[in-house]
């Protein structure tokens, strides 16, 4: 599924804005890296908040889903609503995105898993994060978070 960050080239939006919720997973002394499914790219996990649903339990929901992990601490990095950031769906139905970030700790005893909508899931340092291929629409959180200092970031 491509996504798009500050890309002259992207499709317009033709669908509501989505809200989701994404996650940095520390764990082991790194960071929790996925390598998505449907393109290949690195990534963080998260997904969409369903209605209904608030926050901590799509966050919740989301981890669970994706990494088999469960929240132990969470930090709010911060809350991504750049128009620029866009992602394209199989059906076709393309969606601006504002994601609600978080710094996860999860709860020990428990190791991640992949689920279907992953390749692969690794740990990687910091250093490494910095230099990865990421997935567009996770760029400007990988940012936030590699520069993250406490402060919550809105943009």
């Given at each position: 599924?491509?996504?798009?960050?500050?890309?002259?080239d992207?499709?317009?939006?033709?669908?509501?804005?989505?809200?989701?919720?994404?996650?940095?997973?520390?764990?082991?002394?790194?960071?929790?890296?996925?390598?998505?499914?449907?393109?290949?790219?690195?990534?963080?996990t998260?997904?969409?908040?369903?209605?209904?649903?608030?926050?901590?339990?799509a966050?919740?929901?989301?981890?669970?889903?994706?990494?088999?992990?469960?929240?132990?601490?969470?930090?709010?990095?911060?809350?991504?609503s750049?128009?620029?950031?866009?992602?394209?769906?199989?059906?076709?139905?393309?969606?601006?995105?504002?994601?609600?970030?978080f710094?996860?700790?999860?709860?020990p005893?428990?190791?991640?898993?992949?689920?279907?909508?992953?390749?692969?899931?690794?740990?990687?340092?910091?250093?490494?994060?910095?230099?990865?291929?990421?997935?567009?629409?996770?760029?400007?959180?990988?940012?936030?978070?590699?520069?993250?200092?406490?402060?919550?970031?809105?943009?």
């Amino acid at each position: 599924m491509p996504s798009y960050y500050r890309d002259q080239d992207a499709p317009l939006p033709n669908r509501p804005r989505n809200v989701g919720v994404c996650f940095i997973v520390e764990i082991d002394g790194g960071v929790l890296i996925d390598t998505r499914e449907d393109d290949g790219s690195q990534a963080f996990t998260g997904g969409t908040l369903e209605e209904g649903e608030s926050v901590h339990e799509a966050l919740a929901r989301e981890l669970s889903e994706e990494t088999g992990l469960e929240i132990g601490d969470m930090t709010l990095l911060g809350v991504f609503s750049d128009p620029s950031r866009l992602v394209a769906y199989r059906d076709g139905a393309v969606h601006r995105l504002l994601s609600l970030a978080f710094v996860v700790t999860p709860k020990p005893g428990t190791r991640p898993r992949a689920s279907d909508e992953s390749l692969e899931l690794r740990i990687v340092s910091r250093a490494e994060l910095r230099d990865l291929a990421f997935w567009p629409a996770h760029r400007p959180i990988r940012d936030a978070y590699l520069a993250f200092d406490g402060d919550v970031f809105v943009a």
